[in-house]
Every structure is written in C-alpha cells, then in structure tokens.
C-alpha cells in the first residue's frame, strides 16, 4: 500500500506550513537569492534532503523547494523527489506555483497561474497526460512567502497563536495551519547549540489533523521539526550542504507498519465472522462499515472489531464523487481504455466488479514492490505493482462502467510476510456500489480475506490521514471466531 506516499505527504505538509530560507525583505528595485539545507531524519537514520531557496526580486518573489528521500520497502529501495515553485508578489498575494513529484520514476504535476482576479489556469496529472481546468483561488489561501510574512507578524510571546491558510500545489488545496508559540528553547544542531523559539503546529489535512514541533531563528527561519509518523520520529535538521548531501541510509518502511498477530488464523476462518479485540494509541473513529465492519470502544485504548456483523452501521451510499475521473483514477487514458475492449457483461454491478477484478488480476502480471504509487493509467500501462496499482485501476475501470467505487486502505491479514509470521500487512483494495450495499472487490488478494478498513476514498494518497495514523500504533490481543 502507499505508506511510501503517506510519507512523502507529512515531509510535503511540513514543507509548505514551514517558513522558508529568508534573509528579510530587500528594498524595492533589487534582487536578492537566499539558500537553506535540512537533512531528513526518520527514526535517526538519515533518508533524505531538503533544499530551499527564495529570489526576491522588484515585483516578484519566488520560492523553490527541492526534497528527495529514499525509503526500503522488503529490501527495496525507493526514491521519491518533489521540485516545487512558488511566485508571489511582494506583498505575499499568489501569482503562479507549480509541483513536480518522482516516485520510482513515475511523474505527476500540478500548476496553476492567475488569470484574473480570484481565476487560475490549471493543469495537473501525470507527465504527459496532463489535464487543463479552471480554479477559484480559495479564499485567503496563501503559499511560502505569504505565510512567513503572517508567521513574523505573530512575535515571541509564549501562548500567542495565528492561524494560516496554507495552499498545497501537489494536493491541489488548501489546508488549515495553526501556529502556536511555546517559546524559547536551547536546541542542539549540527552547527552547534542555540537558542531558538519552540512552536507547535497542527495542520488539518483531508482526513484527519496531523501535529508538529518546529524550532525557529530570529529571522523565523525553520531549523528543526519533529512529528510522528506510524510510530516512528520524522526530524527535519537544518545543516550545511555537505551534511544534507551526504549518504543516505534507507529505513525498512514496512518493518513497523506490520501488526503482530497473538496466533496463527486458520484459512477456513478467512471470510467468516470474527472479534477482534484491539490496543491503539490513538482513538479508532470515522473507520467506514464496510462489509460489516463495526467498531465499538471498549475504553482504555482497547477497542472491539466485528468483521461480517449484521449490527454493522453501512457506509453512506455514493455521490458524484464516486463516479468522478481524478488525477490518479484516470480512467479516460488509453491503457486503462484498453481493459475494457473486451465486453464486460451487462449483468448487475456485482457481477461486473467480479470480472473486472479477475482481469485486472491478470493484467498486472508483475507482483512487485517496485512501484511507489501509481495511477491506474500508469498501471496499466506498466502492468506491475502492489495492492495500490490493482486498487486503483480496478476502482478506475469501474467508475468508466458507471459503478461507484471507492479505494479503501486498512490492513489485512496474512500467515507470512516477508519472513514475518502472522501479521496484519497494509493493504489496499475496492469497494463498490451494487445497487444495494457496498462490496468490497479485491484484485490483488482475490478469495476470502480477514481486512480491517480504515478509510475508503478517491484513491487520492493525501486523503488517507484519518486511518493510517493508527498503523505503527495498534496491537492486536485477541482474535476469536463468532456465530452470526
């Protein structure tokens, strides 16, 4: 699943609610560059760098920001780069931004430039299948500039907060950014000790909020940030080049997302009603009733799940947006066209779902780790990939029918993995609209299957938040079978 893009998300969000590398204002009629370099820490192992350069020049400013990281996924290693551009006027008001991220190769790009008054001109999607569309500015939204100059005007005193509303250009959106200043505190850099001003962030990203402990200089440059992602410490440092530069050493993404189960689950229990009883560090809430689902809070961090319960709460029926072509469920390029000339029969929803998810089975003949996280077109084309290739071309090729789908993200359980025994492995997979209730579809684990769904969405890898916050913090104490 994409726990590769879930974190390259949190560096991106950390990015854009950050100030950037700034040397102050200049006086009109000049121009001016400033640079900044962080290393990305995760769990104290270095897999990534940052660079942030601003030019301010007599009617523009312009920011850069250039991140790459490398993360190891069951021994292979992914690289993942973002280049994002800011031009804003000197007064912080947006002009144009334009977003250009790498994942294993595969490239998609966001940009957008004013037109008139609130009016931008966009294009988004993959490299080479880019779309063009029309949006309203959202109202206040600001990029890098515009948000330090309203983070400077905030001051030092302690318990002072300002809220920003900070445009993502990979997301497309804009995002609410609290700041809240703890105040002074003596940090430990690279460079040495000093004392920096402590503040505490909390961004509300689709889905869910996530927080963050950031350290600035007198300039409200940032040089640190601290937050947790699936159990582990994600630390931006600010250093030299060199130190930025220097090697990476890759962590095992998957090795703390795994949820060790008490014992092994017999095959013949897979498909049929079972309690789960559940430990988390975080609160289990807005997890969709798919196919019965049902979680109940049993009080101090320990929760019950039902699988296949007719008490279940189903999920809201579908809307537009079920239907909608988005970026990654493209299901208007040519290869994923090309799944669907052969007939697909005319029988109900359900029927039609089951032959879709045979074919795509089939169609993506290279089970692999290989792929950070492609769209449906891509995978298509490539015919490789995990869970999250055959979720979003399955979800794809039925939104092109007129089926209503949604991509759900959660865990499922598997009697070994990667030398692991017994444990929940994220997964991706479908769940469609029969006309009745929706049905989960499964086109990379086809058959019955023990799934716990966190969040069902557009497949979109920034709306995932809600659920995902849980893996790395959720231990499983018992399961046992139930008569329903």
């Not at 000093?194 to 963050?212: A, Q």
Request: proline share 5%; charged share 25%; net charge negative.
């Amino acid at each position: 699943m994409n726990l590769l893009k879930y974190t390259f998300a949190f560096l991106l969000a950390l990015s854009v609610a950050s100030p950037a590398a700034a040397r102050g204002t200049p006086a009109a009629a000049t121009t001016d560059t400033s640079q900044q370099w962080l290393t990305v820490l995760l769990s104290g192992r270095k897999v990534g760098h940052m660079r942030i350069e601003r030019e301010f020049a007599d009617d523009k400013v312009t920011t850069r920001q250039f991140m790459s990281f490398e993360m190891g996924r069951a021994g292979i290693g992914v690289v993942m780069t973002t280049l994002e551009e800011h031009e804003e006027t000197p007064d912080g008001q947006p002009l144009a931004f334009s977003s250009l991220s790498t994942i294993s190769g595969l490239q998609m790009r966001s940009e957008g430039r004013r037109i008139d008054g609130e009016r931008f001109a966009l294009k988004s999607g993959a490299v080479g299948a880019m779309r063009e569309s029309e949006m309203t500015w959202p109202e206040g939204a600001l990029l890098s500039w515009g948000i330090e100059r309203q983070l400077r005007g905030m001051g030092t005193e302690p318990g002072t907060k300002v809220q920003v509303t900070a445009f993502n250009a990979m997301m497309g959106q804009a995002m609410q950014v609290e700041t809240e200043v703890i105040g002074p505190s003596m940090v430990t850099l690279p460079s040495g000790t000093e004392e920096l001003i402590e503040t505490r962030e909390t961004m509300n990203m689709p889905g869910g909020s996530v927080s963050s402990r950031s350290w600035m200089d007198a300039q409200w440059r940032m040089q640190r940030t601290i937050m947790e992602v699936m159990g582990d410490e994600l630390e931006l440092l600010a250093c030299s080049q060199a130190c930025a530069e220097a090697p990476n050493q890759p962590a095992e993404i998957l090795t703390s997302s795994l949820v060790q189960v008490p014992e092994a689950i017999d095959d013949k229990l897979l498909g049929r009603p079972l309690t789960l009883v559940v430990e988390s560090e975080v609160e289990l809430s807005g997890w969709p009733g798919i196919d019965g689902q049902k979680i109940t809070a049993l009080g101090n961090g320990r929760y019950r799940i039902d699988t296949l319960s007719a008490t279940a709460d189903p999920m809201p029926g579908p809307g537009e947006r079920d239907l909608a072509r988005t970026d990654w469920l493209d299901y208007d390029t040519p290869s994923v066209k090309a799944l669907l000339e052969e007939a697909v029969s005319e029988a109900g929803n359900a029927e039609r779902m089951q032959i879709l998810q045979d074919r795509v089975h089939r169609h993506i003949n290279r089970k692999s780790l290989n792929i950070g996280y492609a769209s449906a077109g891509d995978a298509a084309r490539l015919r490789e990939g995990d869970c999250t290739e055959h979720a979003l071309l399955l979800a794809a090729l039925g939104r092109s029918l007129g089926i209503p789908t949604r991509v759900v993200n959660g865990l499922a359980y598997a009697g070994e993995f990667e030398g692991n025994r017994s444990v929940f492995v994220p997964h991706a997979w479908v769940t469609a609209w029969t006309g009745e209730r929706w049905q989960a579809f499964d086109a990379a684990l086809p058959g019955p299957q023990l799934r716990i769904a966190m969040v069902a969405d557009d497949g979109d890898p920034w709306r995932f938040y809600s659920g995902l916050e849980a893996i790395g913090r959720l231990r499983v104490a018992s399961i046992r079978a139930r008569d329903e």
